[in-house]
Every structure is written in structure tokens, then in C-alpha cells.
């Protein structure tokens, strides 16, 4: 495609419930990144993946938070037992480049409202 | 972890003002991305500073890579209501270790015309 495609663009969920956010990075990107924004803040990293593998997932605040790309392309993050704290926009980013150099190009995000 | 601070949170200017936000990072980087985030939109990357005291210009925008890669600067020369938005450092600490980049939460810029 011809960007970074993100859905839902909005989710509400009851507390509790699980939740799936889909991020279809740009064709050939093998660096793919999942961030987190609440108002007013700037992104939160959360896991970054090279390829099929999680490079880093050192930002995932719980066991609750769990993400995947089986085939080094959509990458899908998971996330149990929703709580309110855990609204916020949902950011996926990817880039041709390996770890952390070059430009990052991210989608329009998720935002999801746990009630 | 890595810290990346920025400032001021919020700045206010007269349309034809300079404006400068601030980048600070608690550890040596390996280098240095900005990027503009509108209000309601995604961040959309403007630059990367890699090297030692690095500056570069983007018309009426110059950055600075610190001589000891620990922070950073944006200036914008006689700010338009066009500039208006969030602008985000992001930096990857050097020597290994975190690969994923690290953002700071902004500097808002609000432009009176």
C-alpha cells in the first residue's frame, strides 16, 4: 500500500474484554514499531520488531500486552483484560531501515476507549 | 531507561515570531529524528542528525545536534500559521542495548496571528 494502514481507527471496549489492533506497515519495510499516545504526550514505545522477530519489546507495560508478525509484514498487537488506563491512540510506525536509523513512517493509529 | 525531555511543554507566539524548542537526553545518542505531529494527525518526520554538532536547514528551519549527542534544538525563523502543531524529538541511545527510538513528549506550538 501506499502508507501505514491501521484499523480499527476506533475501538470501544468494556473493561476486561480483549482487544486485536492491525498494522499493515509499507510494502517492503522490514522495521515495524507499535507506540502508544495519550493526550497531550508524546508516543510511548512500546515493541519493535526487524523482521518476523521482536527486536525490543522492553516498552510493553505488562503481560497483558502481546504483539506479533508471523510473516515479517502485518504485525498484530494484542492486549488482554483491558483496563481504563489503557485508552489511548495506538501508533504503528515502519522503515525500510534497521534500528533506529531513518525516517519512520507512521499510520493514522487506533484509538481505543476502554469504559 | 532512556529519557528524553523536551521544552518548553507549551509555546505561545505572534505569527512572524522565532520560535526554539529543546531536546535533552539523559544518555549519549546515536543519533537524533524530529518530527511535526498537527493537531489530530500522526507525527510526520522532518529531519535526522547523526553526526557530532551537526546543523542543518530546512528553509526557514535549522537543527543542532549537541557536541556531546545528548540534546538537541528546532528553531523556526518567522513562524507561519502553517508551523502550528506538535513538534517531537526522538533519539536511539548509542552503544547498544534499546533499539526502539525513544520520543520526547513535545513542545505545542500555538501561533497568534
Known amino acids: 500500500g501506499a502508507g501505514v494502514s491501521q484499523t480499527p481507527s476506533n475501538k470501544v471496549t468494556e473493561k476486561g474484554k480483549y482487544v486485536e489492533l492491525r498494522c499493515d506497515p509499507i510494502?517492503?519495510?522490514?522495521?515495524l514499531y507499535w507506540y502508544r499516545q495519550s493526550l497531550g504526550q508524546g508516543p510511548e514505545f512500546l515493541i519493535y520488531?526487524?523482521?518476523?522477530?521482536?527486536?525490543?519489546d522492553s516498552g510493553l507495560p505488562n503481560d497483558r500486552f502481546f504483539a506479533v508478525r508471523p510473516e515479517g509484514s502485518v504485525s498484530t498487537l494484542k492486549i488482554q483484560r483491558t483496563e481504563r488506563g489503557d485508552s489511548a491512540v495506538y501508533l504503528c510506525?515502519?522503515?525500510?531501515?534497521?534500528?533506529?536509523?531513518?525516517?519512520?513512517?507512521f499510520g493514522e493509529g487506533s484509538r481505543l476507549t476502554v469504559l | 531507561g532512556q529519557q528524553v525531555m523536551q521544552i518548553p511543554q507549551y509555546q505561545h507566539v505572534q505569527e512572524g515570531e522565532d520560535f526554539t524548542t529543546y531536546c535533552n537526553s539523559s544518555?549519549?545518542?546515536?543519533?537524533i529524528q524530529w518530527y511535526k505531529q498537527r493537531p489530530g494527525g500522526h507525527p510526520v518526520f522532518l529531519i535526522q542528525?547523526?553526526?557530532?554538532?551537526e546543523v542543518k536547514k530546512q528553509k526557514r528551519l535549522t537543527f543542532q545536534f549537541g557536541e556531546a549527542k545528548k540534546n538537541s534544538s528546532l528553531h523556526i525563523t518567522a513562524t507561519q500559521t502553517t508551523d502550528v502543531g506538535t513538534y517531537l524529538c526522538?533519539?536511539?541511545?548509542?552503544?547498544?542495548?534499546?533499539?526502539?527510538?525513544?520520543f520526547g513528549k513535545g513542545t505545542h506550538l500555538i501561533i497568534q496571528p
Open positions: 520488531f526487524q523482521g518476523t522477530g521482536a527486536a525490543d
Open positions: 526522538a533519539g536511539r541511545a548509542s552503544g547498544g542495548g534499546a533499539d526502539g527510538l525513544t
Open positions: 542528525l547523526v553526526k557530532s554538532g
Open positions: 544518555t549519549t545518542l546515536s543519533n
Open positions: 510506525a515502519s522503515s525500510r531501515h534497521q534500528t533506529g536509523v531513518g525516517e519512520l513512517f
Open positions: 510494502s517492503g519495510h522490514t522495521a
